[in-house]
């Protein structure tokens, strides 16, 4: 990844240094709240399959029509 594309480059390199894939970091790092205080959002369990779907489709996970909560859950854990 073009290191001079990365919006939030302590991120980035924070995210590499914890075992992150340069493209997780770089997606992360990217995001138009990069580094800002989260902690807003619910847990996936307090979620619908919806809102999950949605998730899935905005990071690009592959076959999440096919997936119930339960892999979604997964799925964006492990992406």
Known sequence: MDSSAIKNEAQYEALKDKG??????A???????????GGKAKPYEERTRSDLYEQAKNVGIKGRSK???????IALRNN
């Open 27 to 37: 997606r992360i790092s990217n995001t138009p709240d990069a580094g800002k205080k």
């Open 20 to 25: 992150y894939s340069k493209e997780k970091a």
């Open 67 to 73: 997936m119930d909560k339960s892999e979604l859950i």
